[in-house]
């Protein structure tokens, strides 16, 4: 005979169960503190490497117990506190202390006897940080312990050696029998043929025998080693003290099952007889805590971290990554989605183009978008502008935070904002109080160009992506426009400077004007105040505008690429990166066109950006005071005398020389 010795459990909490315990704090236990009551599982041994695990998951919070055929619940209390504090300060050993008196007064009224499961408890205590999803928990597994007196048994042998196979069969159906809780444990007795009778642990009267050859009790064993038993061993032999060593120690022979006969063991317990003077105590003989320890074996709480797979932003932002990352995994390999996502877009205009651009640039990942628009949202806005309601226009709320709310509820983990004022434009007039906003709003542009890697230009005028093409230019920004008319649409790229002489690769928007934009705005009629046009153009356009953006930022030389890719013999991973893409929805047409930049732009020519780099606002100011100024100073003006005076050169007609000196 030695020392009996008992394998405790060690927890196991499905990431389910942290689920569960967030929304059941948030629906029903809200600032309670109170216990209450849950129950969890542990199943038989089938390997002596694996740890017998007592398990909670989210069926843990349901109020009746599933009903399985290879777990056994497990009944436990749950003590949760509102603040980290009130968890720190919790004392573990009073909370185990009243879970042992619990299972006590079961043990005394003979509950365990007719329900075994009431033998397996675990006690948990948790503090539950939901906005970090940081969980901190403690688990205890209470048992009762006989006062100066341990278990002797005999060393631990394979049932196989005692029991046939047909006897071993009867006492494995009763785990088969999942609809009682009694299969926890369970008397076995011989019969004079030695076959066995398998019945409830209540019932043990009824064969009990001192011949432990005749006499048995077998139990769900959730220990592997070969040479110990499970936690649930311990409380059921405090029970067979109690109830069946009444005057006298007896040997009692206990059955440890487990998924196989060759698996499960046999030993023959010395159970010691409980005194009068214990049984009639209102208090256990012994309370045994069962402190869970960390990995160091120190009797400290644990923490679970599931802020990557219970943060909604973080749920969102692995979806979204996972939508993309299918695209890389088989069809572009290529394809840099981080850098995708680092790309910092300013969009110029809230309206049609810009609501459509947004949610485009949100689907290939890109993390920052910042609007900038003057407008409020109308009642005819919503229908077309995917990005605002019904409720937006009542209340007239501004274009530019309404589209970046909104964007922010469709993925939160987008970095978005909204600017609302007016961009500077030429042939608008301003003085006074107006000229000091248009310098403000001058600065404003200025300072969120300078911080975002591409610009879309995606406003209602020609004016007023003048100054904004301007500043990009300075800059060499990656600027791209998009433009719709009544059945058709432009997308294009603005060129960046690749000599030193400035020339650029590509034009820009005004490259093909040879006037300076002027205001567009004056004696406009209804119909010319609103960009008619028929609804699907808006959403081809912004398409290939995004489109044209992506493929810009995976071209080895980025906005310097030529539009063909045999001058530079290279490529972007997603074809060819075009200059502009014109379509037409009357035939439904498009092409690929390139167009070169113009020495006299007013918008992107060496003597333009060289005069803003020197004057900045003072040049905005006269192009929008002096009707001709940007014309003159870019040299449209000289262009025009030279094609007035070629209008005006008297032309010597030869035709009658010719004809006479043919005739001779």
Wanted: hydrophobic share 40%.
């Amino acid at each position: 005979m030695s020392l009996l010795q008992f394998k405790p459990f060690l927890s196991g909490a499905d990431p389910s169960f942290w689920h569960a315990l967030a929304k059941h704090k948030l629906d029903k236990l809200k600032l309670s503190d109170s216990a209450f009551s849950i129950h969890g599982f542990y199943t038989v041994a089938d390997r002596q490497d694996v740890p017998a695990r007592a398990c909670v998951g989210a069926e843990s919070f349901e109020k009746s117990v599933p009903k399985h055929v290879t777990r056994f619940n497990i009944h436990g209390s749950l003590h949760n506190t509102n603040t980290i504090d009130a968890f720190r300060k919790m004392d573990p050993l009073q909370l185990v202390d009243q879970d042992v008196q619990q299972l006590w007064d079961d043990i005394k009224s003979g509950a365990v006897l007719t329900n075994p499961s009431l033998l397996t408890r675990f006690t948990l205590m948790t503090f539950s940080d939901l906005k970090k999803y940081h969980f901190y928990y403690w688990f205890g597994f209470p048992a009762v312990g006989l006062s100066n007196r341990d278990y002797l048994a005999t060393a631990a042998a394979p049932v196989s050696s005692i029991y046939s196979a047909d006897n071993l069969a009867k006492m494995f159906s009763v785990f088969n029998n999942s609809s009682s809780e009694a299969r926890h444990a369970f008397a076995v007795a011989h019969d004079a043929e030695g076959n066995v009778t398998t019945l409830p642990l209540s019932d043990w009267k009824s064969v009990f025998s001192k011949d432990n050859s005749k006499f048995a009790v077998a139990f769900a064993d959730p220990c592997g080693l070969k040479e110990n038993p499970g936690w649930p061993m311990r409380n059921l032999l405090v029970a067979l003290s109690y109830h069946i060593a009444q005057d006298e120690d007896v040997v009692i022979r206990v059955v440890a099952l487990r998924s196989t006969a060759d698996r499960s063991i046999f030993f023959d317990v010395t159970v010691p007889a409980m005194t009068a003077e214990a049984k009639a105590s209102a208090a256990p003989p012994k309370s045994i805590k069962g402190l869970e320890k960390d990995k160091k074996q120190r009797s400290k709480p644990q923490k679970c971290d599931l802020s990557a797979s219970m943060d909604p932003m973080r749920l969102a932002s692995t979806a979204v990554g996972l939508n993309l990352s299918l695209m890389r995994w088989r069809l572009m390999p290529d394809i840099d989605l981080p850098k995708i996502a680092q790309t910092k877009c300013l969009l110029l205009g809230a309206g049609t183009l810009g609501c459509n651009v947004a949610r485009l640039l949100l689907g290939w990942g890109v993390k920052k978008i910042t609007f900038v628009d003057s407008g409020n949202v109308s009642y005819s806005n919503p229908v077309r502008q995917t990005l605002f309601t019904f409720e937006d226009s009542a209340e007239s709320k501004p274009k530019a935070e309404t589209a970046a709310f909104r964007l922010r509820q469709i993925y939160p983990g987008v970095e978005t904002s909204g600017h609302k004022f007016s961009i500077p434009m030429p042939g608008h007039p301003v003085s006074g109080e107006s000229e000091k906003e248009a310098r403000v709003n001058t600065t404003k542009l200025q300072e969120l160009i300078d911080e975002h890697d591409a610009v879309f230009l995606l406003m209602d005028t020609r004016e007023s992506r003048w100054l904004p093409t301007l500043m990009c230019a300075a800059k060499d920004k990656m600027c791209i426009t998009a433009a719709v008319g009544f059945d058709s649409y432009v997308a294009m790229r603005h060129g960046a400077k690749t000599g030193d002489d400035g020339s650029r690769n590509v034009g820009c928007y005004f490259c093909n004007d040879v006037v300076a934009p002027t205001n567009s705005t004056n004696d406009r009629s209804l119909d010319q105040q609103c960009t008619v046009s028929r609804p699907g153009v808006s959403m081809v356009v912004c398409g290939v505008a995004v489109e044209i953006l992506v493929a810009m930022i995976h071209h080895p030389m980025g906005n310097k690429a030529s539009a063909k890719e045999e001058q530079d013999g290279q490529g972007s991973c997603l074809g060819c990166v075009p200059h502009q893409v014109r379509g037409f929805m009357a035939d439904f047409n498009q092409m690929s066109v390139c167009g070169g930049s113009f020495e006299c732009c007013t918008a992107c020519s060496p003597k333009i950006i060289n005069t803003f780099n020197e004057r900045g606002f003072d040049l905005v100011l006269d192009a929008m005071n002096k009707p001709k100024f940007l014309e003159d100073l870019t040299g449209l003006t000289a262009l025009h005398q030279q094609v007035d005076d070629l209008d005006d050169f008297d032309w010597d007609d030869d035709d009658d020389d010719d004809d006479d000196e043919f005739n001779e």
